[in-house]
Structure formats: structure tokens, C-alpha cells
């Protein structure tokens, strides 16, 4: 929208229509030409900053997903076809991005007081995304995997990012609730052995019964940040 805005182009379709999201919007963005350009030229600069500490293929990957004036973000399967890769990694590499960039923001407020005005909606005790909160909130009260896609009106495909989320922060995660005992052993075996997390490469050598999914969340959950077992 920014770059819409400045470009004086009304052709903008919003990617969201969450009425809280809306209203954050138009609390920070100013009314005036000149300080709406002072605004977008800060955004710049901090996620330059930002994404310069990644590793190229994973700043191309944040960086193709977003949208700017007369362009619009990519798909995870548009950005798997461009670098050659499967969208099944390229999702779970976003969402690597994702963490590392809540924790930069963490640890660094004064050097993108901009982009860390954003992080309200982090839960700070388990530093999850607000929607994955949610999806934690009703799995902690007993709903089913279904039932909680179902109630959210969310893809099966959405709830499994945000257990991936969920499992990443927390090493008391429920593991074989999800993935079958000998399966996690076997993705963490073969994951160590050829020092690789390249979801392809892995799932070539597990069982066919081993999805996606499986190798995802294990990867995630072993890779995990917070161990509240030793809190």
C-alpha cells in the first residue's frame, strides 16, 4: 500500500481484510505526501538491513514475497520454481525467516524502531505469531486438528504452519502426538547423518509413509529455540 499510495495509483487490492490489521494501518501511516516518502524511505532501509543478515537464496525468498507498485508478491510455489527448489521447503525455510527476523527485531528495537513497532502482536513469553497463538490456544484446550481448521475457517495447510510455529518455540511440544515415534527417530537420523535440511533430499530417503509434514515439524521441533522443560 505504500508504495501504492506514493505512486498515486488507487489499483491497490489489500492482501487482507482483518479489521485489526486495517486499523493498525492507518494509525501509522501518515496523511501528508511528504511523510508518507520519510516513512517509506525507513521501511526500506530497515528491511535492507534486515535481510542483508541472511543468506542470499533465503533474503530472495522474503524478498520475493513482497509487493511493491506494479508488482505483486510471488507464491511459494512461483518462488520454488524460480530457485529451483520445492515449495515445501521454500515454506519451511519462509518460515525460519520469519523467527530469525521477530528475534532480530527482539534484540535490536533501536536500529528499526519502524519495523519493531509491529511486534505487539507477538506473544513475548513464547514468541509466537498471533494467529498461531490462537491455534495454540484452542490445541491446548483439547479441539482436534480438523476441528480447529474447521472453526478458524483456515487450510489444513495453515494450522500445519502454525504447529510448525508452535514447535519450534517449545521443546515440551508434543511431538508424537503428530509424528509416529520411528518416523521422528528416522528424520532425525538421516537429517544428522548427511548434515542436511533440505526437505527433497530427506524425503527421498524415508518411507513413503513419512510426509512432508512429518519431516517439517520434526526438523522444527528439534531445531527448536525455547526449552521451557529447564525454565
Known amino acids: 500500500m505504500f508504495i501504492f499510495s506514493l505512486a498515486d495509483s488507487g489499483h491497490f487490492i489489500p492482501v487482507t ?4 490489521v486495517l486499523r493498525w ?10 511523510a508518507k516518502a520519510k516513512l517509506a524511505d525507513g521501511l526500506f532501509h530497515e528491511l535492507e538491513k534486515l535481510l542483508s543478515g541472511l543468506e542470499p537464496q533465503e533474503a530472495a525468498i522474503a524478498a520475493n514475497k513482497l509487493g511493491g507498485y506494479a508488482r505483486t508478491g510471488l507464491t511459494f510455489s512461483q518462488i520454488a ?6 515449495e515445501e521447503e521454500v515454506i519451511y525455510r519462509f518460515n525460519g525467516i520469519l523467527h530469525y527476523i521477530i528475534e532480530v527485531l527482539q534484540q535490536n528495537v ?8 509491529i511486534l505487539p502482536t507477538v506473544d513475548s513469553s513464547v514468541r509466537l505469531t498471533k494467529t498461531a497463538a490462537e491455534t495454540k490456544r484452542l490445541l491446548d484446550e483439547g479441539w482436534s486438528f480438523d476441528k480447529i481448521s474447521q472453526l478458524r475457517r483456515l487450510k489444513r495447510s495453515t494450522i500445519e504452519d502454525h504447529i510448525i510455529e508452535i514447535a519450534s518455540e517449545s521443546r515440551s511440544f508434543p511431538l508424537y502426538d503428530y509424528v509416529p515415534v520411528e518416523s521422528a527417530e528416522k528424520i532425525k537420523t538421516v537429517s544428522d547423518s548427511r548434515r542436511t535440511r533440505k526437505m527433497k533430499e530427506l524425503k527421498e530417503q524415508l518411507p513413503e509413509t513419512v510426509t512432508y509434514f512429518h519431516i ?7 531445531g527448536g529455540k525455547t526449552d521451557e522443560s529447564s525454565a
Open 81 to 86: 520454481k524460480a530457485l529451483k527448489q520445492e
Open 17 to 20: 481484510r482483518e479489521k485489526a
Open 110 to 117: 533501536s536500529s528499526f524502531p519502524l519495523l519493531t513497532s
Open 216 to 222: 517439517r515439524l520434526t526438523l522444527a521441533y528439534y
Open 25 to 34: 494501518l492507518k494509525q501509522i501511516w501518515p496523511s501528508g505526501k511528504q
